[in-house]
């Protein structure tokens, strides 16, 4: 007999297990699974730093939620409706995140004596009411995968390894996902170990078969599509989003995209995502250090290139010097920080902003250079073109704050027509564009642009165009070497103006205040945006009026961003750090802007910033 179905308008799942469960795969397809049938999400990634952390240990534990509705949905979610819980590690790391009431899955093949003692455990939590306050399914994954996989010629470790492939055919079935798409996915992955593609989509398959005949699930679960804007649609990381603007950028711009690089987490993939796409105009370079990465990129662009170099926090304090270097020489440059927690190796696959102070200021000498921020996975592609845009156009560094939170999360993309992406075509310099001292045409290297006071960019090699390049001072118009002290003076200035000058084709900052009678401005930049405007969201419905504002140019900030925070009673800014940007804020305009900080290695949750506003609206009282 068929189930009831109960529609939802929204769930949010979490699959947690060992870091060898397979939990990061199976929450990618269940995400991919979704974005298919129409549904608008987001999800968190959440893994060990550890390449093998120790097995069946708290500190061994990957998990991976995600959000997903028949609405825009705007976060991961403040706590899961869904645990599944692979082992007792998964179950007691993840258990205090529960609210009452939410469902719990659980392996019951591992919660064995072992495995309990290892996470502190003298009495199983299935059998000692630990769990009265959910809704608990104990299941023999384990055990039911080698079953269904009983005629499969394959090792009892093998056939275990499909356990998560069972649980997700199993939750596809609980909330009505396809599973095809999945099974397009086995296909491509094991086209060359039919044993394995075998295997594993008869464990998918058996788990959803097990949902249709066992009595442990009363009914399932439907959610359905989201309205979207008519177009073409992908789920898609920030990662991978930031690497094809990049590329996209490269394309508007006529020219030839070079990454410079050295791995690091959780940067990583933009360089695994652009060396293959080769046929596009993109060299991929993996340096052995970040020094030389950053040099490949500033080399690349004095050739005539699109220099690209990607990292994160740790990698950009090594990098410092070169980019001071690009300053120098007035060249573009694009570095992509994928901030992570610090200070040092700190939380490699955890989330923060705390680089903006290093971005801004990291360098010795008065280097400045622009700051771009993204706000959401999506956005990474935008943020990405406007940062390349911005390099080509004034001639600078460029440096994208990208985070841990929006690299690794994802949420469905509508795709752009290349057609509607802004023109970026370069000029270059071909032709002598002064006179000498001797009276004869002549090259000047730092003559500038009236309005955006960029220096012409002449590939080398170009006949009567040749200059020198180094990190000593040049002298303004001619680039040669200068220790004239009111040189430095004028060429300091000139680049801080340059820098300044990008304000003047930056949107304003845009205020979302529905009632337009909002005194408390909740401010943010990079990857706040959602669980801000969730926040918003959630206390509007309570009658707490509020305004929201976000900043993604953070050097220079906008030209209106004086006027916004003067215009209102309170202003707060959350940040993951302990309050960078608005301090810089409070010193630029001398406005009271409060911060409210966390640095957890965990994006903000919406229900925490909603409290926020709350407390600072009814902190106002009334108005008299």
């Known amino acids: ?52 952390a120790p097995q069946g240990t708290i500190h061994g534990v990957s998990s991976f939620q995600l959000h997903i509705a028949d609405h825009d949905v705007l976060t991961p979610g403040d706590a899961p409706d869904v645990l599944v819980a692979m082992n007792p590690a998964a179950l007691k790391s993840n258990l205090g995140d529960l609210p ?104 998918l398959r058996a788990g959803f078969n097990y949902g249709e005949t066992t009595e442990d699930f009363a009914h399932t679960y439907a959610v359905l599509a989201a309205p979207m804007p008519t177009g073409t649609y992908r789920n898609i990381t920030g990662n991978v989003a930031l690497s094809y603007g990049l590329v996209a950028a490269a394309h ?75 300053v120098s020489l007035e060249l573009p440059l694009v570095v992509v920080n994928v901030q992570r927690g610090g200070p040092s190796t700190g939380l490699p696959t955890k989330t923060e902003q705390a680089d903006l102070l290093q971005a801004l200021f990291g360098r010795n000498g008065e280097s400045p250079v622009a700051v771009v921020a993204p706000q959401s996975p999506t956005d990474c592609f935008d943020a990405a073109i406007e940062a390349c845009r911005i390099a080509t156009a004034y001639r600078t560094p460029v440096i994208l704050l990208s985070d841990g939170y929006l690299a690794n999360g994802s949420e469905p993309w509508n795709v752009p027509g290349v057609a509607d992406l802004p023109d ?42 040749e200059h020198r390049i180094g990190g000593i001072e040049k002298a303004d118009i001619t680039g040669n070497i200068s220790y004239d002290p009111d040189n430095h003076e004028r060429m300091t200035a000139l680049r801080a103006e340059k820098i300044a000058r990008i304000a003047d084709t930056i949107p304003e900052l845009a205020i979302d205040d529905p009632d337009g009678d ?15 405007r969730q926040a918003a969201r959630t206390a509007r419905l309570t009658g707490h009026h509020v305004a929201v504002a976000h900043l993604r140019h953070l050097n220079p900030f906008p030209r209106n961003t004086a006027e916004v925070l003067r215009r209102y009673e309170r202003v707060i800014m959350p940040e993951m750090n302990l309050g960078q940007c608005a301090m810089l804020l409070r010193a630029a305009y001398l406005v009271d802007v409060q911060s409210y900080t966390a640095v957890r290695g965990l994006p903000f949750k919406g229900s925490e910033l909603a409290d926020i506003i709350r407390t600072a609206v009814e902190g106002l009282g009334a108005v008299t």
């Open 1 to 52: 007999m068929s189930k009831p179905v109960q529609q939802l308008e929204r769930v949010v799942i979490r699959f947690a297990g060992d870091s060898g469960d397979g939990m990061q795969l199976t929450g990618d397809r269940f995400t991919s699974d979704a974005a298919f049938h129409g549904n608008d999400l987001s999800t968190l990634p959440d893994f060990p730093a550890e390449i093998r």
């Open 100 to 203: 009452r009431g939410a469902t719990v899955i659980v392996d019951t093949d591992e919660f064995n004596r072992r495995n309990l003692a290892k996470v502190g455990y003298a009495v199983s939590p299935l059998d000692d009411g630990t769990l009265e306050s959910y809704h608990v399914h104990a299941l023999p994954l384990t055990s039911i995968t080698v079953q269904a996989l009983a005629e499969h010629d394959l090792s009892r470790k093998d056939k275990e390894r499909a356990k998560n492939m069972f649980a997700l055919g199993l939750l596809s079935w609980l909330y009505t996902r396809p599973i095809s798409t999945t099974e397009r996915f086995i296909v491509a992955k094991f086209a060359r170990k039919p044993d394995l593609l075998a295997a594993n989509i008869a464990a």
């Open 252 to 326: 508007r711009a006529g020219l030839r995209l070079v990454l410079g690089t050295y791995p690091i987490t959780p940067a990583s993939d933009i360089l695994h995502v652009l060396s293959g796409l080769k046929r596009f105009g993109v060299t991929t370079l993996q340096a052995e250090d970040e020094i030389a990465g950053v040099g490949i990129a500033i080399g690349a662009s004095f050739g005539g290139a699109l220099g690209v170099t990607t990292t994160s926090g740790p990698g950009l304090a090594l990098k410092a010097e070169a980019i001071g270097l690009a």
């Open 424 to 465: 970026l075509t370069v000029t270059f310099t071909t032709e002598p564009n002064g006179i000498g001292d001797d009276g004869k045409p002549a090259f000047h290297p730092y003559a500038r642009d009236p309005q955006t006071l960029a220096r012409p960019w002449a590939i080398p090699g170009t006949p009567g165009l």
């Open 518 to 532: 909002a005194r408390v401005l909740m401010i943010g930049w990079g990857s706040t945006y959602g669980p801000i």
